[in-house]
Nanobody, 122 residues
């Protein structure tokens, strides 16, 4: 079982940037992704990255603003959030799954981190 720990959330003004980190307890994963959930809304897939191919996926609303990368030596995946908007506010969860997952489907991911809050507000 992989354990995931997120960090890097916080309060940022519109147009600002954050970097979220997700560190896995071991390297035994095929896909690491991020979901987010705003208050009163359903959980939404944001991005994911595969190992070792580094194939990536982004939901349409963040494609031109977010990027994802990984450091295999640290078992860590980074989600770079740029040009943040108030609608990006929510709890961001790191997830891990095998290569059969569809990145947008939360039910495909068996391992979840505890979440980190991102608030975009002036």
């Amino acid at each position: 079982q992989v354990h995931l720990v997120e960090s890097g959330g916080g309060l940022v003004q519109p147009g600002g940037s954050l970097i979220l980190s997700c560190t896995a307890s071991k390297s035994a994963y095929d896909v690491i992704g991020w979901f987010r959930q705003a208050s009163g809304k359903e959980r939404e897939g944001v991005s994911c990255i595969s190992s070792p191919a580094d194939a990536t996926w982004f939901t349409n609303s963040v494609k031109d603003r977010f990027s994802i990368s990984r450091d295999s030596t640290k078992n860590t995946v980074y989600l770079h959030l740029n040009n943040l908007k108030p609608e990006d506010t929510g709890i961001y969860y790191c997830v891990a799954g095998d290569r059969s997952v569809v990145c947008a489907y939360s039910r495909d991911f068996s391992t979840w981190g505890q979440g980190t809050q991102v608030t975009v507000s002036s």
